[in-house]
C-alpha cells in the first residue's frame, strides 16, 4: 500500500509540473517527457506475471512427469484433491476435443498445484505430440481447450546417391521413414523401387517443422529431380486449389486414377506369378497376387475411390476387403489382422483411407498383406497395369506453375552431389489459429 502511494504521489507531482510551469513549447515538451519517463520506470518495477501454458504460475507448483503403461486420468489427478465427480464432468467436457481414455504411454503431462496441506490440482495439460497440447482447467467451472504451439517451417534440401536401395541411403542421411515413404509415393509409377541400381541418384527439397527450433516433422515435399538408368525424373509440387499434388517439368500429374501400393513403401516378398511354391500347402500353384511383407498392424490403405463389395473372413484368405473402384478395376486385399472400423459392403471409400491392418490370418505363415488386382474381370498383375494419369495442370494455372517450376528447378540445380545435406534454404513461420 505504502509503495502504491509512493508512485502515485510521483505521478501526481510530474502532471504539477505540467500544468504550473511555463508552459512554453519547450518546457511542456521537457514536462511531458518527465510524466513518460515516472510511468515507465512504474511499469519496470511490476513484474510480469509468470505464464505457462498460457496461464499464470505464480506462487503456484509445476510437476513434469510421463503417462506410465495403463495410467489413467483419475490415477494422476486423484492425489491432487481432485474428486471423482470433477474428474467425470471433466472427462464429459472434453468429449469433443480429446479422448481422455486416449492417453498414450510415455507421453508428457504437466501438473500445475498449489501446495497447501493437501495439494490442489488447478490444471492438467497432457501432450499428445510436439504440437498439439490439452489443457484441462480444474478450477470452479472445469473447461478443456486443445492448443498448439507457434510451429515454424523451414526448406531443406538433401542430395543422396543409391548404393543398395532408397531407404538405407536415406536413412544414412538421417531422412525420416515418412519421408522415404512420401519420395516413393510421388514416384511410385515412374520408377520401380524394388529395382534400383548402384548410382542412381537424386536431389530433394523438403520442409522441415520446427517447434522452439526443435526439429517435430515434415511438410511436404517440395520439388525432386532423380537419376535412374539414366534417365531423369522431375516432380514439382503446385496447389491447384485442392491440396498439394505433384506434376513433372512439363505439367503432367505423377498421380494415376489409382495408388501402385496399397501400404507405404515396403518390401515385396511375393509377385504375381503363374506358378509359385506355396510357403504352407508346400506346393506348386499360381500365385494371382503381390505380397507385401510389412508389421503386424501396418495401415492398409484403398489403392483409389470405390465401393466395398466385400469385407468379412475366409478359411483361405483370412480378413479380406474387396473394393469395386469402377467398371474396369476391383482389387483386394488379404489376411488382414483386422478389417477398419465402418468398413463394409456398400460403403464408399476415398483413395488413400485405411481399410484393414497388416496380418497373417487364413493361409499365412507370417504378416503380410496378399493385393489383388483385376481389369474387367480378369486377375492381373498389379504391378504391370497401365493406368491413365490424373488430370495435368490447369490451363488457367499455367503461368503460376510455370513460376513455381522454375524456382523449384533452380533450387536443385543449385543443390550440389557432394554436400549431400544443404543448408537451410528458406525459412517462415506458420502461426496456428489456437497457438499460445
Not at 483385376?374 to 499455367?398: F, H, Y
Request: aromatic share 10%.
Amino acid at each position: 500500500m505504502r509503495r502504491s502511494l509512493v508512485v502515485f504521489g510521483a505521478i501526481l507531482g510530474a502532471a504539477s509540473i505540467f500544468y504550473f510551469l511555463n508552459e512554453e513549447e519547450g518546457q511542456i515538451k521537457f514536462q511531458e517527457a518527465a510524466i513518460e519517463q515516472v510511468v515507465d520506470s512504474v511499469k519496470e518495477e511490476i513484474p510480469e506475471p509468470k505464464k505457462l501454458y498460457g496461464i499464470v504460475v505464480d506462487d503456484l507448483n509445476i510437476l513434469e512427469k510421463k503417462v506410465k503403461r495403463n495410467q489413467n486420468i483419475s490415477e494422476i489427478l486423484a492425489p491432487y484433491n481432485v474428486k471423482p465427480a470433477k474428474i467425470y464432468q471433466l472427462a464429459k467436457a472434453s468429449k469433443e476435443i480429446f479422448d481422455v481414455r486416449k492417453l498414450a504411454t510415455n507421453k508428457k503431462y504437466t501438473l500445475i498445484y498449489k501446495a497447501d496441506s493437501v495439494p490442489e490440482a488447478k490444471a492438467l495439460i497432457y501432450e499428445p505430440n510436439p504440437i498439439d497440447y490439452v489443457v484441462f482447467n480444474l478450477e470452479d467451472s472445469v473447461s478443456v481447450e486443445l492448443k498448439q504451439r507457434e510451429v515454424k517451417i523451414v526448406e531443406k534440401s538433401m542430395a543422396g546417391e543409391i548404393e543398395y536401395s532408397l531407404a538405407e541411403t536415406m536413412e544414412n542421411l538421417s531422412a525420416s521413414h515418412r519421408l522415404t515413404n512420401e519420395f516413393v509415393d510421388i514416384f511410385a509409377w515412374q520408377i520401380d523401387f524394388q529395382r534400383l541400381q548402384k548410382g542412381d541418384r537424386f536431389k530433394l527439397i523438403y520442409e522441415e517443422k520446427l517447434v522452439d527450433g526443435i526439429p517435430v516433422g515434415i511438410g511436404n515435399i517440395k520439388g525432386i529431380h532423380f537419376e535412374h538408368f539414366a534417365n531423369e525424373y522431375f516432380a514439382i509440387a503446385y496447389d491447384q486449389g485442392n491440396g498439394i499434388e505433384y506434376f513433372d517439368e512439363e505439367g503432367q500429374s505423377l498421380r494415376k486414377a489409382l495408388l501402385k501400393y496399397p501400404i507405404k513403401f515396403t518390401r515385396i516378398s511375393s509377385r504375381y506369378s503363374g506358378r509359385r511354391f506355396h510357403p504352407v500347402q508346400k506346393r506348386w500353384k499360381a500365385h494371382r497376387g503381390t505380397d507385401f511383407a510389412a508389421p503386424r498392424g501396418t495401415e492398409i490403405r484403398s489403392v483409389g475411390d470405390g465401393i466395398v463389395v466385400a469385407a468379412k473372413y475366409g478359411k483361405y484368405n483370412g480378413n479380406f476387403v474387396k473394393i469395386r473402384h469402377n467398371s474396369t478395376y476391383t482389387t483386394q486385399y488379404l489376411h488382414m489382422s483386422k478389417i477398419a472400423r465402418g468398413i463394409e459392403p456398400g460403403v464408399k471409400v476415398k483413395q488413400g483411407q485405411a481399410i484393414g491392418y497388416v496380418g497373417s490370418t487364413g493361409l499365412a505363415n507370417g504378416p503380410h498383406l496378399c493385393y489383388r488386382f483385376w481389369k474387367n474381370g480378369v486377375q492381373i498383375d498389379a504391378l504391370k497395369v497401365k493406368l491413365p494419369s490424373a488430370s495435368p495442370v490447369n490451363e488457367k494455372d499455367i503461368v503460376k506453375f510455370q513460376s513455381t517450376k522454375d524456382r523449384i528447378l533452380k533450387l536443385l540445380n543449385d543443390i550440389d552431389y557432394a554436400d549431400k545435406v544443404e543448408p537451410l534454404l528458406a525459412q517462415s513461420e506458420v502461426k496456428y489459429p489456437n497457438a499460445y
